[in-house]
């Protein structure tokens, strides 16, 4: 059975036309999906045959929210959705002073294998379709009752894994008849899918690209991130210089600092080499200590050092404090997050 939110606007035009109905009730159905609604009864401008014709012939896929957890600290709320087939994803929302910035997952599970990431452990289960990965906006704005102005897709999975299906949310989500969220208030984090970098640059959608680089060689890196191995560090950055060259945008390089392994005065000179001239900010995450690998936070003495290296290169970086009130995205959330999943539900 199709599911109407899973596709585009023109896709929709063409289906609601088929069933002999004026091309804009297409555009109002389409509306409802970002409203983080999950049956067709819900569509209350549309007439009860019609509604009772879309619900016979069509399905939605939604995610609709199993349990909310908020932090007192710094106003994060974190929430289980559950999907039509009972499998449980994620999803973040962080309020700031500029609105509610949301991050999103694009797959139940994970398959990078990433040393790090507790998300890797029980591999990857499925994609998420559109319509899902859009339901969890739609869902969190709901129940928020406030508009989201930012997403980023740095939850579970590996959006540029699931390729197809990430690009037509980006382009529903975008869509004034939908949420309307402009490109440039969308980041898309990723492990390094090479290839797939070089198609995205060709979207024409100005995104920010979020890379998660943690190392500056192919030693370190294929130690921590099995992708490595594939698309190794040089062909990586290429793509990214290819990136920026194209869309003008400025990559975030994302680097958790692992104590020991990666935060060393050698490997912020490589890190420094390989960025030089780059359009580029580099994100220093002290990495949450992750106990199933045994692997700990750099301690701030190292951070520090590690920064000023980049900064005497003139590379723009910060430092991300992992919780707190000035979380930039959801990367210290994320570890705790995944952890949450695993002990809550079970699937990681
Ligand atoms: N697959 C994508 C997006 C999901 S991970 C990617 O790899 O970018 C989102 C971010 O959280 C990545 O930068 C990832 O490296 C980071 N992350 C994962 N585990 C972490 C940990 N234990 N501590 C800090 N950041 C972590």
Redesign the pocket.
């Known amino acids: 059975m199709i599911s109407l939110n899973d596709l585009t606007l023109s896709e929709l035009e063409n289906e609601i036309t088929g069933l002999g109905e004026p091309k804009f009730r297409a555009a109002q159905i389409f509306s409802w999906f970002s409203k983080g609604i999950s049956g067709f009864d819900e569509m209350s401008d549309l007439s009860k045959p019609l509604r009772q014709r879309l619900s016979e012939n069509y399905g939605i896929r939604a995610a609709v929210i199993e349990k909310k957890l908020s932090s007192a600290k710094d106003g994060t709320d974190k929430y289980l959705l559950r999907l039509g087939d009972g499998n449980i994803i994620e999803s973040v929302a962080m309020k700031y002073k500029h609105g509610i910035s949301v991050c999103l997952s694009t797959q139940v599970g994970?398959r990078?294998g990433?040393a790090?990431?507790a998300s890797a452990l029980g591999g990857s289960v499925r994609n998420l379709s559109p319509g899902e990965i859009l339901g969890q906006a739609a869902a969190l704005q709901r129940d928020l009752g406030e508009r989201i102005s930012n997403i980023v897709l740095?939850?579970i999975?590996?959006?540029l894994d699931n390729y197809e299906n990430v690009i037509r949310f980006l382009k529903n989500v975008n869509n004034p008849l939908g949420m309307n969220i402009g490109y440039r208030h969308i980041s898309l984090?990723?492990?390094g899918l090479v290839d797939r970098i070089y198609d995205l640059a060709k979207e024409n959608m100005p995104i920010t690209l979020?890379v998660?680089l943690?190392a500056p060689n192919d030693e370190i890196r294929s130690k921590l991130m099995p992708i490595n191995k594939k698309y190794p560090v040089a062909k990586l950055i290429a793509a990214c210089r290819e990136y920026t060259r194209i869309t003008n945008r400025r990559i975030s390089f994302?680097y958790?600092l692992i104590d020991g392994v990666n935060d060393g005065e050698t490997q912020a000179g490589e890190l420094s080499e390989s960025l030089l001239g780059m359009l580029c900010h580099v994100n220093l995450?002290p990495?949450?200590p992750?106990t199933e690998s045994g692997l700990k936070k750099s301690p701030p003495k190292r951070v520090e050092a590690f920064k000023n290296r980049l900064l005497r290169h003139r590379i723009n970086v910060t430092v991300r404090r992992a919780l707190g009130t000035d979380i930039d995205a959801s990367?210290?959330q994320?570890?705790r997050k995944h952890k949450n999943a695993q002990q809550q539900q079970g699937w990681c």
């Open positions: 994970c990078m990433c790090f990431c740095m939850g999975g590996e959006p984090s990723t492990c979020s998660s943690h994302e958790i995450i990495a949450n992750v990367c210290g994320l570890r």
